[in-house]
């Protein structure tokens, strides 16, 4: 059966349809809106306590140090990581540590672990991370004194 | 102080037995570490890794923080870990995460502070 509407009920028809989706949408709106200022709060309140752990414990939650140029920068290859632990295992370091410039001038370690010398110093804090090394001491000049861990 | 893991600290205080914190910060290399160092005890003795005696004023690893040290890596366990695929990786993290919530909070506060401070270069 064929039904003819008028333009006016097909207006209120359409009319009819798109009402409840206006309610939801203005409900949907209002909740962004809500949602919105709460994360906003939340924002502000993070910010504070960010402010106030990065004064209590600033060598976890302090500002964190800028990248470094790595551009050109070389970079240190799982090989040579390998190669290094695989020395230090071999040939136990002496009580004083173990430091970047010391094996630099170890002309044993180079040949061995064939390492390039502007990389040992990564080598090492690679390994530190590995918990192979240990971070005995700070020496003059900044430079980083690792142990073997027993 | 900030290239010092909990860890370095924790071995520190192991080789060295119950020490002043000036003189623990004069065996890390400078006096000038101080103060950043009571700060950092201040916040393992909390997460119970080391202790203070009240009296001596000397600090000292807990009995948790202890086992820690002692803990011996298990040169196989670690070998097979390096031998891990990527990807499998995922499933070996989300062990750890699962310990991290379960297990005791001494070892989940560590496993939380050693991810910062591997992740932060």
Known sequence: MDQHYSTEALERRLAELTEPLVTELRTIESAIGFHASELETLRATRQRVTGVLAKLDPDLYGPKPKPKKTEGKQTVTPEEIKNVRTWLEENPPNGDGIWAAKLSENREFREYTRIRSGVIMQALAELHEQSFLTLDRMGRGGSRIYKVVA | ?121
């Not at chain 2, 909990?6 to 119950?18: I, Q, S, V």
């Not at chain 2, 820690?68 to 499933?91: C, F, G, S, T, Y």
């Open chain 2, 1 to 121: 102080m900030r290239e010092f893991r909990d860890l370095d600290l924790m071995l520190k205080l192991k080789e060295a037995g119950p020490i002043p914190s000036k003189e623990l910060a004069a065996e890390c290399g400078a006096d000038e570490f101080g103060s950043h160092l009571g700060r950092r005890l201040g916040w393992m003795h909390r997460y119970g890794m080391v202790e203070r005696d009240p009296k001596t004023k000397l600090w000292s690893l807990t009995e948790a923080g202890g086992r820690v040290v002692w803990a011996k890596k298990r040169a196989a366990l670690m070998d097979e870990l390096e031998a891990l695929p990527a990807e499998e990786l995922i499933e070996v993290m989300a062990a750890i995460t699962a310990r991290y919530r379960l297990g005791d909070p001494m070892t989940a506060v560590m496993l939380r502070r050693e991810f910062i401070f591997g992740t932060r270069r």
